[in-house]
């Protein structure tokens, strides 16, 4: 695939980052969200898992998604435009264990009605710690989107807190507990960056096929499609 340019490309950015701009909260399930004609990319995991610091890795930004030591509060959904090439939709965290009951259940209906408004959503990054099992409230979002049969990635978070030696063993478990081939898993670190290209081309990837709502609709293509 080398050749078509002229332009040497040492160690190429499969995600070069032109221009953010944000568009906006969705506070409430059938609240205000931004209209766009993009392809969309949400992140999701529990609180303090690691997400804001991910997508400023992601984006390279410092400061785009707040990251913050003081967890649960983030309840609404926010979109970033990425150049013209997607919208970036971070999700709320859930499951954080010192806020009320019914606020932890919040979470569902907000983002299951997203997920149902968003004609242009093309697939998830969800996130687990790469040093814990997966919590119930991970093992019930990966459920739901294994429903809705959205396609998914897992980033296995602050690998940087493992020795070498641990992560591909922490990686084989995950895998391992939440049924999902290891290769669908991208081990990654905000300190040190590892992980930033390979989930960037993952979501490049990601955005380039078609939206898999379209191909329920047109029916028929997959094995799996019936109605
Ligand atoms: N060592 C390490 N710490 C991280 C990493 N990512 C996030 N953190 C820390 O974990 C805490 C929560 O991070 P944040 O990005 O706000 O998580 P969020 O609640 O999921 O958005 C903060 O103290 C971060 O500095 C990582 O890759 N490695
Ligand atoms: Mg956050």
Do not use: C
């Amino acid at each position: 695939m080398a050749g078509d340019q002229d332009a040497p490309s040492p160690a190429r950015d499969p995600l070069v980052i032109r221009d953010i701009e944000y568009l906006g909260p969705m506070a409430s399930p059938t609240g205000w969200r931004p209209e766009h004609p993009y392809p969309e990319i949400a992140f999701a995991g529990r609180s303090n898992v690691g997400k804001s610091s991910l997508i400023n890795k992601l984006v390279r930004r410092k400061k785009l998604a707040r990251v913050s030591n003081t967890p649960g509060r983030t309840r609404e959904i926010h979109f970033f435009r990425v150049n013209q090439d997607f919208v970036l939709v971070d999700l709320p965290g859930y499951g954080y264990a010192r806020i009320s009951r019914e606020r932890r259940a919040e979470w569902r209906p907000l983002i299951e009605r997203f997920l149902e408004r968003s004609p242009g959503i093309r697939g998830i990054v969800q996130l687990l710690d790469a040093r814990h099992d997966p919590t119930a409230d991970d093992q019930q979002m990966l459920g739901f989107l294994a429903d809705l049969g959205l396609p998914t990635i897992v980033a296995a978070t602050k690998i940087d807190k493992l020795s070498r030696a641990a992560v591909p063993r922490r990686l084989r478990e995950l895998a391992e507990q939440i049924g999902m081939d290891e290769s669908q898993i991208i081990p990654f670190s905000a300190v040190t960056g590892d992980g930033r290209d390979d989930l960037a081309q993952a979501i490049v990837e990601l955005i380039a096929q078609p939206s898999w709502r379209v191909s329920e609709e047109a029916g028929g293509e997959s094995d799996e499609a019936e109605r």
